[in-house]
């Protein structure tokens, strides 16, 4: 398989045409950046304005660290990835600006708790291993061979909370030296990369051989027993953490990953019914996730039994009292909301503060993000990329549905982190890495163009 | 696997259109029902962001805000808050508004229409324009002479320019002071609980919803009824009554305090008060025309604003002879707010033309430029002039030489009536003192006040409640600190 893809890309590489071949585009990627930058300063000194009636002091150095991180990451990628998308890294550096202002937005309600410094701090770090990958990963098809590291470390970091105390319920965080990391949020990274090198490697056995049942096609028990008792485990081990945003997250990624490499149409079948008896199973023993189920049902039970508005009754205020154009920054009340107002219900902020209007914006630069994603994914020839490119793309998405669908009360809520915005290190530090990744497989799309699918 | 990537994608299509779709369902479909929760504080937090406008008497506030700096961050405070708790009510982040504070409140809290620089402005913009000032009617020295007048009794004081309308003072007594209600702390809820146990009732403004047998003061009403039907054409001539006065189809009888009243004369009956020729004039006159008068004056009228609501004064519609005999002299259903014998008084003295009372003269912007005026309002023609004319003179000479000499003032004309109204089961409870007056200065081309006092004392000894003993000196107060402003 990698010899195929290495022959492909030779092909590409010496038999493309130069009137054909893709422009660069990294002028266009600086003047967005620097659009970002200015958007993220124009946010941080809108909230200032609004608040005091005078732009906070830090704005000059805030735009400088945003501007000089973003700077970095531009060169870098000039210096080591001058093919790829244009768009994938002006759309992290708004989102990540974006949510640096919505936290320090909050700070602003909660004195005794500033968040935005640290967060900053986590993008710095994000924004570094960022760097690292890009400079140091020259080929995405390297990843393939350590898809069985990946497994052990992505299960070895999923594992690693249990030993460690639960923090609001849920068992996900360790804590070292003051700082709390999230392990399950690289784990899906690793997962990733594993489930692509795997599914590649074995993706005509998986499709091809097997029994027959009315239209679906069952794979083999011998290729598909390794997949099906890593998902469990790792669904297992984040039942037992009671974390079911990422263990669903999981799921969504693993039955998308199946069905893009095997194109069998059984998989989702066997996909819907297993997350059918695994709700039912777990909606019945684990009250936790039955409170869920009952808080989005009715949102206002809590109101009508005299308990006050809860969480998500607030976030729904919240978005309510947006509107279309939204309060203005600075302006909104979503603090009511409570606990876990910066990370899990930060999107509440930005709906309330920017309105529909500015959260319909969000979901697009998801949307587009993503796009790009799958879009290199088609492009690019060898199918360890493609599968990657989609699996990164498509956490993102499902990420973004989890939470976004949660806070907003379209699905039941289960605790998430939104891509970019949300206070949490390690998501932060994550989702850089899962942009470079995307440069790293769109440098490659984009650079064998053929003049037939353009990325 | 080109195919099914698209599928895929195809698929986080449909999760970000189910994702923008939902949004718009929360933040424009939804939006008004969620915004009007009453679990959703915004409403509470935007409404006390900003300090509330004042309420003005004599161009002085009499209310202020407080910066507290809490989520509901302004509270109202009160100069003078037993004196004005009738006019301005109470402002409170737990039980809401009353009276001014609650008709007005669109102009205090800054969300009227009126205050927008543009129409739609602040729906734009989502500001909130300053709380504008309520400039009251009121007259601050007859406002304050007849709550010091009241001193510790039970009872109330209503008081109307006759011209206009304009409510000139409103008290009750006991009162309360409306900033013990203002804010979130426990000391509200307790403020509250104490307030509403307490016997005494002090959040009760007896002035406009409480009302009383009018008792004898009601006569002003039967005789204009009596005069503008023409059962008595000449105030001096005998009036055809027995006393004691047998109540038609009974065996009750009815008798006076006073000897001469057989057969006395409307005026005698007039300045002594005689029962008995009042409860026949109005049987007389019939129920008709008893009923036809007294709505003139007001009663029987439904939703009456001043702009908040007046209890209803009534007058019964449906009775026998002896009921109206007894309604006549403002006992068996007739009821009366103070305010409404105010209107009564008001209606003598402007000539028979009974002007609305209203308590609010304008409504302003902060910045002091007027958003709207009371304006002129309709007056009403309560009976003929000459019949007016005629009752003021009986009121007058009831100061001179009857019931209510306590009620003269130096340099004035002044009219009124005296009341003793009967109540409780068997008439057990003690009786409400009353008195009706209107007082024109000698230098004056009109009268420029009328009132209205009730005292329901029940310290006082049984035989020293009259209207012309314990009300007659307040109303005497009252219109000399408007004769003297």
Request: one cysteine or more; a positive charge; charged letters at 15%.
């Amino acid at each position: 398989m990698t010899q195929a893809g290495a022959e492909a890309l030779t092909q590409a590489r010496d038999g493309s045409d130069p009137a054909v071949r893709l422009p660069r585009r990294r002028g266009i990627e600086l003047a967005l950046i620097v659009l970002a930058v200015l958007l993220s300063v124009y946010g941080y000194c809108a909230v200032g304005l609004a608040r005091n009636g005078a732009v906070p002091p830090g704005a000059a150095g805030y735009g400088a660290g945003l501007g000089v991180l973003a700077l970095l990451a531009h060169l870098t990628v000039r210096w080591r990835a001058p093919h790829a998308d244009p768009l994938l890294l002006p759309i992290a550096v708004l989102l990540n600006g974006i949510g640096l202002v919505l936290i320090y937005r909050l700070d602003l309600e909660t004195p005794g708790d500033r968040a935005a410094p640290t967060q900053l701090v986590w993008s710095t770090l994000g924004v570094a291993l960022f760097l690292f990958v890009v400079a140091a990963l020259r080929d995405h098809r390297v990843l393939q061979r350590y898809a069985y590291v990946s497994v052990v470390a992505a299960l070895a970091l999923l594992t690693l909370p249990i030993f460690f105390p639960a923090v609001n319920g849920a068992r996900i965080w360790i804590r070292i030296a003051g700082f709390s990391i999230q392990p399950g949020e690289f784990a899906k990274v690793l997962l990733a990369v594993f489930f692509a090198a795997y599914l590649a490697a074995n993706r005509t056995a998986l499709a091809y051989a097997g029994r027959k049942i009315w239209w679906m096609q069952l794979p083999t028990g011998r290729v598909l027993g390794p997949i099906v008792a890593i998902w469990l485990l790792s669904v297992g081990v984040l039942v037992l953490e009671r974390d079911l945003g990422t263990s669903l997250l999981f799921f969504g990624l693993f039955v998308v990953m199946l069905y893009v490499a095997t194109g069998r149409t059984g998989w989702i079948a066997v996909g819907l019914l297993l997350a059918v008896l695994g709700a039912v199973a777990v909606g019945r023993l684990e009250p936790h996730v039955h409170s869920r189920v009952e808080d989005w049902l009715h949102p206002f039970a809590s109101i009508e039994a005299g308990q006050g508005p809860n969480q998500l009754a607030q976030s729904l205020f919240s978005f309510a009292a947006g509107g279309t154009l939204g309060t203005g920054l600075g302006l909104g009340h979503s603090v009511l909301i409570g606990f876990a107002v910066k990370s899990d219900f930060i999107l509440a902020t930005a709906g309330e503060e920017l309105g529909l209007a500015g959260l319909s914006a969000l979901f697009l630069l998801y949307g587009l993000l993503v796009e790009r994603g799958y879009r290199a994914g088609l492009a690019l020839r060898d199918p360890f990329g493609r599968l990657l490119a989609v699996g990164l793309a498509s956490i993102v998405a499902l990420q973004v549905f989890v939470i976004a669908g949660g806070v907003t009360g379209l699905i039941p809520l289960t605790g998430m982190a939104m891509p970019f915005l949300a206070q949490g290190g390690s998501s932060v530090v994550t989702n850089w890495a899962i942009v470079a990744l995307l440069i790293r497989v769109s440098d490659s799309a984009r650079r064998q163009y053929d003049g037939k699918e353009a990325p | 696997m080109t195919r099914h990537i698209r599928h895929a994608a195809i698929f986080c299509a449909l999760l970000l259109a189910a994702l923008l779709v939902n949004a718009t369902r929360v933040q424009v479909v939804r939006s008004a029902s969620y915004d009007d929760n009453p679990a959703n504080r915004r409403a509470a937090i935007a409404r006390y962001a900003q300090p509330r406008g004042d309420i003005l008497v004599g161009g002085a506030p009499v209310t202020g805000t407080r910066d507290t700096r809490e989520q509901l961050r302004h509270e109202r405070t009160y100069r003078d808050g037993p004196l004005y708790a009738p006019v301005t009510g109470f402002s409170s982040q737990v039980y809401g508004t009353t009276f001014l504070e609650h008709s007005e409140d669109g102009i205090l809290s800054g969300t009227d229409p009126l205050l927008a620089p543009f129409p739609l402005w602040n729906d734009f913009t989502r500001s909130r324009p300053p709380g504008g000032n309520v400039v009251t009617t009121l007259n601050a020295r007859a406002q304050r002479a007849a709550y010091e007048g009241l001193a510790r009794r039970k009872g109330a004081v209503a008081a109307v320019e006759p011209a206009t309308g304009r409510i000139l003072a409103l008290v009750t007594a006991p009162s309360y002071d409306p900033s013990v209600l203002s804010g979130n702390g426990p000391g509200v809820t307790e403020a509250w609980a104490r307030l509403n146990s307490d016997p005494d009732r002090p959040m009760l403004n007896r002035a406009v919803r409480q009302t009383y047998p009018p008792g004898s003061t009601f006569k002003v009403v039967t005789t204009a009824a009596a005069l503008d039907a023409g059962v008595i054409r000449n105030l001096d001539a005998p009036t055809d009554s027995p006393a004691p006065y047998r109540l038609p189809g009974t065996t009750t009888s009815l008798t006076n305090g006073w000897k001469e009243c057989e057969n006395a004369s409307l005026r005698d009956a007039f300045v002594w008060s005689c029962n008995t020729v009042f409860a026949k004039l109005g049987v007389d006159v019939g129920l008709t025309n008893m009923v036809a008068t007294a709505e003139a004056f007001g009663f029987n009228a439904a939703d009456v604003r001043i702009p908040f609501s007046v209890a209803q004064s009534t007058f019964d519609t449906s009775l026998d002879r002896a009921q109206l005999a007894l309604s006549s002299i403002g006992q068996y259903n007739t009821r009366a707010t103070p305010l409404q014998m105010a209107m009564v008084a008001a209606a003598v003295a402007n000539g028979g033309q009974l002007r609305p009372p209203y308590l609010v003269e304008r409504t302003t912007r902060w910045s002091g430029a007027t958003v709207a005026t009371a304006g002129p309002r309709p007056a009403r023609q309560a009976m003929y002039p000459s019949t007016a004319r005629r009752l003021r003179q009986l009121m007058t000479d009831v100061v001179r030489k009857g019931t209510g000499k306590n009620a003269a003032i130096r340099g004035a004309t002044v009219g009124g009536k005296t009341g003793t109204a009967q109540h409780g089961i068997g008439n057990a409870g003690k009786p409400y003192a009353w008195f009706v007056s209107w007082a024109q200065a000698d230098r004056d081309l009109e009268p420029k006040v009328a009132v209205a006092v009730v005292v329901e004392d029940s310290a006082a000894n049984r035989r020293d409640i009259t209207g012309g003993g314990l009300a007659a000196p307040i109303a005497r107060a009252v219109m000399e600190a408007v004769l003297t402003s």
